[in-house]
C-alpha cells in the first residue's frame, strides 16, 4: 500500500510538471507498465482529481479542472522559489493575511534542508524600499479591483470609472469610459493602460480609480506591440502619473542628462547643444528635489513654485551646514 500511495504522488507530481502526458512516458518515468498508470489514473479519479484522457496513438493524460484544489508537490527549488517570493514579494495591499497562511502552510511541510535555505535569504536579503517619498505611505489597492480589471482585459469589455489625483482640484466630474489593455505593475503601484474614447492612450494609477457598474460592452481591440506597454508607462507616469510635476531647465546636453539618470525618472527634450529640458515628477516635492540633485549638473527651476520655495529651504540649510 505505501509503495502504491508513493507512486501515486510521484504520479500526480508528474501531471502537474507539464499539462500533457503519454501514458507510455509516464510508464517510463516511474518504472511500471501503461497497465499500472491506467490503474493509478483511476485511484486518482476516486480520490476526487479529475483527469482528462485523449486515446488513440497520440493519446495523453492531463489534469483536468475539478472542484478541489489539488496537493501542490513542489521539487526543492519550487519550493525554495515560492517560499522566498511570499516573504520578500510586493504583493497587492490586502494580500498580507492569506501571503501568510499560506507561507505558514508551507514552511510546516518544508523540509529541514529547505527550511535552512528560505532562512539564509531572508536573513541575508535587504530589500530597498519601493517608495522613497518623505512621509508617503504606499498605496493600497483593493485586490477586487485588480481582479476586475483584469477581468475587463481579457473580456474586451469597457471599463468605467471615476478617477481623482489626491489632492488635485482636477478631479473629473464624470465616469472616464475606456478601452482596458495591460495591467502594468511598478515600484509598488498598479497602472493600467487603456485607450480613451477619442482612440488616445493614457495610464490611469489603479488606486486613484474607482470603478462603476461594469458595461458588459465588448470593444473591438487595437493593442499596442507587446513590449511597448511598459515603456508607455515610464514615460506617461514621468509627465502625469505624479502627485508632483517639475519642468526643469537643465544646462547640458540631452544626451549627457539621458547617462546620468535612470528612464523611469522622466523624459528629457533637447533644447540646444547645451541645454535640454527634464520633465519628471514624484510623490514629493523632497523626491524631485533628489532627483534633479543627484544628476551632478547645474539646473534651474520654474515651477512649480512649491518646488522652488523647497529647493531655496533646503539650499538654506546645506549653507548652514557647511558655514
Not at 516573504?87 to 507561507?103: I, K, Y
Not at 535552512?116 to 541575508?124: D, F, G, P, S, Y
Not at 536579503?125 to 480589471?149: C, H, Q, R, W, Y
Not at 520655495?309 to 551646514?321: P, T, V
Request: with cysteine; proline share 5%; glycine share 6%.
Amino acid at each position: 500500500m505505501r509503495e502504491t500511495s508513493s507512486r501515486l504522488l510521484s504520479l500526480l507530481a508528474l501531471m502537474q510538471s507539464r499539462p500533457a502526458w503519454p501514458g507510455s512516458e509516464l510508464a517510463e518515468r516511474l518504472g511500471v507498465s501503461t497497465r499500472t498508470i491506467r490503474n493509478d489514473i483511476d485511484r486518482l479519479r476516486e480520490l476526487g482529481y479529475p483527469v482528462d484522457a485523449m486515446r488513440g496513438a497520440a493519446g495523453y493524460y492531463q489534469l483536468g479542472v475539478g472542484a478541489k484544489l489539488p496537493p501542490l508537490l513542489l521539487d526543492d527549488e519550487e519550493a525554495v522559489a515560492v517560499a522566498v517570493g511570499l516573504r520578500t514579494g510586493a504583493g497587492v495591499s490586502g494580500m498580507e493575511e492569506s501571503s501568510a497562511r499560506a507561507l505558514a502552510k508551507l514552511e510546516q511541510v518544508l523540509p529541514h534542508r529547505l527550511r535552512r535555505q528560505v532562512n539564509a535569504i531572508h536573513t541575508t536579503l535587504s530589500k530597498g524600499p519601493d517608495n522613497t517619498g518623505s512621509n508617503v505611505k504606499d498605496p493600497e489597492v483593493d485586490p477586487a479591483v485588480v481582479t476586475t480589471i483584469a477581468a475587463a482585459i481579457r473580456d474586451e469589455h469597457y471599463l468605467r470609472f471615476d478617477y481623482a489625483v489626491p489632492e488635485s482640484e482636477s478631479a473629473p466630474a464624470f465616469p472616464i469610459l475606456v478601452e482596458p489593455y495591460r495591467l502594468v505593475s511598478w515600484q509598488r503601484y498598479w497602472y493600467l493602460v487603456a485607450r480613451d474614447e477619442s482612440g488616445e492612450w493614457h495610464t490611469y494609477r489603479v488606486d486613484w480609480m474607482d470603478l462603476r457598474m461594469a458595461t458588459g460592452r465588448r470593444y473591438k481591440p487595437r493593442p499596442m506591440p507587446e513590449d511597448d506597454y511598459m515603456d508607455f508607462v515610464l514615460r506617461d507616469v514621468a509627465s502625469t502619473g505624479w502627485k508632483v510635476h517639475a519642468r526643469i531647465t537643465v544646462f547640458a546636453s540631452a544626451e549627457e542628462v539621458l547617462s546620468r539618470i535612470h528612464a523611469a525618472v522622466g523624459i528629457v527634450e533637447s533644447v540646444d547643444e547645451n541645454t535640454c529640458l527634464l520633465i519628471t515628477g514624484a510623490e514629493s516635492l523632497e523626491v524631485v528635489a533628489v532627483y534633479i540633485g543627484m544628476l551632478g549638473i547645474d539646473f534651474q527651476v520654474t515651477a512649480p513654485l512649491a518646488l522652488v520655495e523647497h529647493l531655496k529651504l533646503i539650499g538654506e540649510r546645506y549653507l548652514r551646514a557647511v558655514e
